[in-house]
């Protein structure tokens, strides 16, 4: 087998890697490639990868409202994918950390904390002992499997 003179170096299998690294985590353009297109095809790679998140999360999306894509790109622009569920948990608790959550992204927290266990690294579980959380004056309660958010009465 022989080895073209224009190739990088590497095995298929680092080039490849390297390739996946510059379109989903924030790596560096691998030699060779031209970094408009690469640009463009990363773009549309975290437009899909806020679809899938707020499919996962759509009262956060909804709250978040006209900022939810500039938001989520921010955010996920140097952080690779661990799925629309993950990630949507994962930019839902950094937006609380910064006082920037929305109330209704916040109930959406708290019902699925209440609801699952995730620790940030591992796929969420679902709790098997009950589970209370607040929010904004609202409880967020899972009892036998499922979750609630409980509000005062308007008076």
Known sequence: MTT????PPGTLAERQ????????????????????P??????ALLR???GEVARHWPLLAA???PRWPSAFLTWAADRPTGGGLRDGWDLARALRERAELPPLGAEELAVREAALRYDG????RPRRSPAVGRVDGAV???LAGRARLL???RR
């Open 4 to 7: 073209d003179a224009h190739e």
């Open 140 to 142: 967020a309660v899972q």
């Open 121 to 124: 690294r591992r796929a969420p």
């Open 151 to 153: 509000r005062p009465a």
């Open 63 to 65: 709250a978040l409202g």
């Open 48 to 50: 899909k990868r806020a």
């Open 38 to 43: 690469l640009a463009a095809a990363r773009a």
């Open 17 to 36: 890697a390297r390739l996946v690294a510059a379109l989903v985590a924030g790596g560096p353009p691998p030699p060779g490639f031209a970094p408009a």
